[in-house]
């Protein structure tokens, strides 16, 4: 059973930053694809940044020049570095992995951009 652990979540101040890390219990390179996601209250749960097994990334308007995804296989972890945060940007954020008829998440990690 694949486990996805996230961290680095926490209150920031507007303008701050953060770096979220997904840590798999097995090989990232097992997944073809490796992302986060996010859900504010009264959300519907969306696409933030993804990362493929070769490398290519992809990237919510939202967050484009903002945020970068990135991965150390060495470590088995995904990780998303959050820069010039916004209050919009509050939410609970979720890693997903995707193997070829298998979807996994993770338990989620809050992160509160406030002042």
């Known amino acids: 059973q694949v486990q996805l652990v996230e961290a680095g979540g926490g209150l920031v101040q507007p303008g701050g930053s953060l770096r979220l890390s997904c840590a798999a219990s097995g090989s990232i390179f097992s997944f073809y694809r490796m992302g986060w996601y996010r859900q504010a209250p009264g959300k519907e749960r969306e696409l933030v940044a993804t990362?493929?097994?070769?490398?290519?990334?992809n990237y919510a308007d939202s967050v484009k020049g903002r945020f970068t995804i990135s991965r150390d296989g060495a470590k088995n972890t995904v990780y998303v570095q959050m820069n010039s945060l916004k209050p919009e940007d509050t939410a609970v954020y979720y890693c997903?992995?995707?193997?070829?008829?298998?979807?996994?998440w993770g338990q989620g990690t809050q992160v509160t951009v406030s002042s």
């Open positions: 997903n992995a995707a193997q070829l008829g298998a979807l996994y």
């Open positions: 990362i493929t097994s070769g490398v290519n990334t």
